[in-house]
């Protein structure tokens, strides 16, 4: 979300200005298992994003005080690399936008793990992005929701994300950088496939109700990809 | 464990009533109670049922952002005071601190509450504002509240004077220039019911939050928050609520800001 002065035309004869469709996906390649040390792991490209996660425990909370007698706790650290963004340099450590990723992402994985198995213990969920263009939380859970599945923990479903945006009066999905910030709109959206569940949603810009839907019946659509590719990559790791 | 009062407010709600006998979708009462901190450049302290937050604004000069030379900075933070309920602690922001800032700050921003270009002062020189949510007293729904008083505070803001390397903050001044107006309706999901504007023994047992944030003609922001799921129809549902109850948010916040 920007709108400077010279503005740059996101949709020429129906094609954007990386040459995709209005609801086509951007390439998205996953490999589970990559981080040896993990309990679950899980490497993701998806465009121009470069995104590791990797997930540790159940273990014993830390500290003590932080444990529900009843369930697992997660813990959850999105991060951004300091060098991951072809403009400036981020500073490293959490700021107010990770910390709010950080939250969100928890309360994906805290609807789909089945944490009454590990009473007391802790799960971490690590999402690194290594390289950034846009829609890194989308990438990050996805990514995620492989390197959980990879590691055994029981989940009802496996979760995806991906976005959903507007420029002018079209509808995007997948928004890259350029998009996301010259767009009129950019929804993240996280999904649990199985239900079709709304487990994040995030908005800001200008929508009315009816491109809200149909933003969502394309995050919908692009799920049946998504979805196939999560699976492919455990299955490779299992094969 | 759920607790007592926990257990009780499952058993209202799975009779299909709620508190003081408050329909689902019926918001307790509102007030808003303008230029609190008359120090301020504005301010506004808003009232939901018992929740209470006061919205100061303060606008000084400062650098642009690097990527907007030529507007001025809008910052907004939330502070959830201990002595506003005995669940908040004191020290740094706290991750839900910092969504509540953000998602106040996403529904101003998008709705345009705050005219960014009209804080250009020079080259390398703006305006910047900043507006600081304060929580005085808990009782749920947070985010409607604040949303109110930080738009009701924008709406009502002096605008200082920058002359001669001084900045002027007292006499005959302009108001800060303003182009948009937001609220929110925000939504708990307690099992299957859909509550608008929870109380703060409501949120205790909402496994899932829903804030849309509006103007009169589209949505501007929207969160969605904690673990609970919310299906495609309940999220639609909950835009028709949205539009159809923020009238009632715009006349309120309206007559306070004297429109």
Known sequence: MGGSQDKPQLIIDGKRTDGRAPGELRPIKIEAGVVKNAKGSAYLEWGNNKVLAAVYGPKEAQPKHIADPNKAIIKCRYQMAPFSSLEEHNRSGPNRRAIEISKVTKEVFENVILLDDFPGCEIDVFVEVLQSDGGTRAAGITAAAVAVASSGIPMRDIPYAVSAGKAGDSILLDLNKLEDNYSDADMPVAIAPREGEILLLQMDGNLTKEQTIQALDMIKKAGETIVKIQRDALEAKYR | ?259
């Open chain 2, 1 to 259: 464990m759920v607790g007592e009062n926990e257990e009780y407010m499952l058993e209202l709600l799975g009779k299909g009533k709620r508190e003081q006998e408050r329909d689902k979708m019926q918001y307790r009462d509102i007030k808003i109670e303008m230029g609190k901190i008359p120090h301020a450049e504005g301010s506004a302290q808003v009232d939901i049922g018992d929740t209470r937050v006061l919205a100061g604004v303060k606008i000084a000069v400062g650098a642009p952002l690097p990527d907007k030379p030529d507007e001025g900075a809008l910052i907004t933070g939330a502070e959830l005071l201990p002595l506003a309920s005995s669940t908040y602690e004191p020290g740094p922001p706290t991750p839900e601190a910092i969504e509540f800032a953000r998602v106040v700050d996403r529904g101003i921003r998008a709705a345009e509450v705050v005219d960014l270009k009209s804080l250009f002062i020079e080259e390398g020189k703006v305006w910047s504002t900043f507006v600081d949510i304060y929580v005085l007293n808990y009782d749920g729904n947070l985010f409607d509240a604040g949303t109110l008083a930080s738009t009701a505070a924008l709406l009502s803001a002096r605008m200082p004077k920058y002359e001669d390397g001084n900045v002027i903050r007292e006499g005959n001044l302009g108001k800060l220039k303003t182009s948009g107006k937001v609220t929110s309706c925000t939504f708990a999901k307690v099992g299957n019911t859909i509550l608008l504007d929870p109380s703060g023994n409501e949120e205790k047992v909402m496994a899932g939050r829903m804030t849309i944030a509006n103007d009169e003609n589209v949505i501007r922001a929207m969160q969605k928050g904690l673990r609970g799921a919310f299906s495609y129809s309940e999220l639609s549902s909950m835009m028709d609520t949205t539009f159809d109850k923020s009238k009632q948010l715009r006349d309120i916040l309206n007559k306070a800001v004297g429109e």
